[in-house]
Each structure stands twice: as C-alpha cells, then as structure tokens.
C-alpha cells in the first residue's frame, strides 16, 4: 500500500538530477560496507549515468515523491535469458535496483516501489523478479 503522502509514478528526462542523487547516497551506504569494492560517482557522471539511463526505453525507473521531492526509486531492468544448452530454463527476468533516501525510510516507501515495480514488471511479461538494494 502506498502512503497516503508518497505518489509512484514513471520517471521523466527532468528528474534525472534526483535519481542521480539518490544513486550517490545509496554508493556511500556501500562505500562504508565495502570501501574497496564501492566509489561514490562524480556528481557530473552519476547525472550523465542517470540521464542514459532514463533514455533507455529497454528499462523502467519508477520514483517515489513526497512533498514533491523524489525519495525513492525502483530501477527494473530487463536481464538477458540464459544460455541455451544450461539448465535454466528460459525465463523473462526483472532486476529491480531499489533505494529511499534516509530521511524517508521506515514510511513504507520501499514496500510500495516493490509492489508497483512488481505491477510493471508482470505487465509487461516478467516471470521472475531479482532485487538489488
């Protein structure tokens, strides 16, 4: 269920500077997991990474905004099947890379971008969904 106070929509070319900036909070909370592995983007790259990637009509960036502010974001990109000859069989399936920004969690934003990211993907044919958070 969605909070009463939070809209999930699609995103649109004009919020790339917040799915950019939700992208760097989230690489710090993984930088102080694992510094050698994490880098917190140059605030120019994670725009340009943002921008691509909300112009890739391929994947679907669904955001979470309260008080018109974008809080969240559910990222659904399509993987590619797996290889024939393997023994998995051959399957639609979904990542869904999913962040809220600190000052929103714990309100049930997180939930809310699952179950629509779950919506979308089903209607546009996934069978299974994997998730990155």
């Known amino acids: 269920m969605i909070p009463a106070d939070v809209e999930i929509r699609v995103a649109v070319d004009s919020d790339a500077r917040a799915v950019a900036a939700l992208d760097r909070e989230s690489a710090e909370a993984h930088l102080a997991l694992a510094p ?47 290889e024939p000859g393997g023994m998995v069989a051959p399957t639609q399936t979904v990542e869904v890379g999913l962040v809220v920004t600190a000052s929103h969690r714990g309100r049930g934003i997180g939930r809310a971008l699952m179950e629509a990211a779950e919506t979308r993907a089903q209607r546009d044919g996934a069978e299974l969904l994997t998730l990155s958070a």
């Open 36 to 82: 050698d592995f994490y880098a917190v983007p140059d605030p120019a790259d994670a725009l340009d990474r943002a921008q691509r990637r909300l112009a890739d009509r391929s994947r679907t960036t669904l955001v979470a905004v309260a008080d018109h502010l974008v809080v969240g974001m559910a990222d659904l990109v399509p993987l590619p099947p797996p």
